[in-house]
């Protein structure tokens, strides 16, 4: 009898053991300091302006989740998106205006970049006030709650 508790206590101690190391990579998927560092050196020679991480958990249905970034009439914008930390690849659109307007343009899209391009560099036109980012995010068909994140970096001239 002393001996089945003890290889009880063996087998729950593996479990938990593998519940928690479980948890802390999920945990890790998202590593904003990781994914800055990535993005740093496509700023040059531009100079850091801001940065958004937006964590994403992938859900039944495709969702779009859309953001809208200032700029100066004055300046010149990079814009760095940096995808590492997704389990799918996402789609990443840039507009000139918002999605209720009947005369939006898609500026840039990374439609066409490989699977492996987790790197994105856009540079907006000079007399551009502001942008559109709408990230498409795909459908998870199994329902697992898949997490991931986008780092989006801007900076300007």
Do not use: H
Request: net charge positive; proline share 4%.
């Amino acid at each position: 009898m002393n001996k089945r508790i003890v290889f009880l206590s063996l087998v729950l101690a593996a479990i938990l053991a593998a519940g928690f190391t479980v948890v802390q990579k999920t945990k890790d998927m998202c590593n904003a300091v990781e994914m800055k560092k990535k993005c740093t050196p496509f700023m040059n020679p531009y100079n850091y302006d801001s940065a958004k991480l937006t964590r994403i958990t992938l859900t039944k249905k495709p969702v779009k989740i859309s953001t809208e970034v200032p700029l100066s009439l004055f300046g010149k914008y990079r814009l760095v998106f940096n995808t590492s930390q997704m389990p799918k690849k996402i789609g990443i659109n840039v507009y000139n205006k918002d999605k209720d307007s009947k005369k939006r343009d898609l500026l840039f899209s990374n439609k066409d970049s490989l699977e492996t391009n987790t790197e994105l560099i856009f540079n907006p036109e000079k007399n551009t006030r502001k942008v559109f980012v709408d990230y498409d995010i795909p459908a998870d068909s199994l329902n697992l709650k898949i997490k991931g994140c986008v780092y989006f970096m801007l900076g300007y001239k």
